[in-house]
């Protein structure tokens, strides 16, 4: 059954419709303000999740200044207001969050996207590299690493560029929608080795195909 809106999608626009509301700066300074200590999330799971629940579950996860604000803006989907910049910086570097063992996909706010329009399709990770030759523990190394499974952001190194360990970490913002890798082969002069990745605050995937999420079609294999 088509709503009423998507009935009405068809029609063509009359030309009442058609006037744009035009303003200079698109919103007032306090919503600016606002918009500035605030991200978008998304909580990537299959039953509804109400505000105060996870409102709830992330003041106890968080350990910010004071309680963030969420008001609900879609389904499963909020903005999240934080008392103050500090508290905002605090949880955006300590990505991913999860709720419940699935993703809390935060993304920054920008005032001019619509929530219903945001992709919500990458997030960021810390990947430990493992059996990696002490040669190989390195930022140069790590970054190439992190760039073939996506946007490598940090690797965990000391002030030298040398990051000798059980496991090399490199910070990688990755594509959701794909299956996760476990590992790559890499070529030190002239040997083959296959290395090893685990990744730390690894929501549940699915075993079907590997995801670490959908999006509302579900499971496609
Ligand atoms: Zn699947």
């Known amino acids: 059954m088509e709503g009423l809106e998507d009935m009405w999608g068809h029609l063509s626009l009359t030309e009442e419709e058609e006037v744009i509301i035009e303003v200079d700066n698109g919103s007032g ?3 600016q ?3 500035e200590r605030s991200m978008i ?3 990537c799971f299959e039953r509804y999740v109400g505000k105060d629940v996870i409102g709830n579950t992330m003041a106890r996860i968080w350990r910010i200044s004071k309680r963030a604000v969420f008001q609900e803006v879609e389904r499963n989907t909020f903005v999240v207001t934080f008392a103050t910049h500090a508290d905002k910086e605090r949880v955006l570097e300590g990505k991913p969050w999860l709720f419940d063992n699935v993703l809390f996909i935060l993304v920054p706010y920008d005032g001019i996207m619509q929530p219903r329009r945001i992709a919500f399709d990458h997030e960021t990770f810390w990947i430990q590299i493992h059996r990696l ?4 523990m390195s930022t140069e190394w790590g970054k190439w690493i992190g760039d073939s499974v996506g946007r490598c952001m940090e690797v965990d190194v000391e002030s ?7 496991c090399l970490r490199v910070k990688v913002e990755m594509l959701l929608c794909k299956a996760i890798v476990r590992g790559r082969f890499i070529n030190v002069q002239g ?3 296959w290395i ?3 990744y730390e605050k690894l929501p549940k995937i699915c075993f079907t195909c590997g995801w670490i999420t959908h999006g509302e079609e579900g ?3």
């Open 133 to 136: 030759p002490l040669g190989c």
């Open 219 to 221: 499971c496609s294999v």
């Open 196 to 198: 090893h990745f685990r």
């Open 41 to 43: 999330g998304k909580v």
């Open 33 to 35: 303000r606002k918009g």
């Open 191 to 193: 040997k083959k080795l």
């Open 29 to 31: 300074e306090e919503i």
């Open 160 to 166: 030298d560029g040398v990051g000798w360990g059980k």
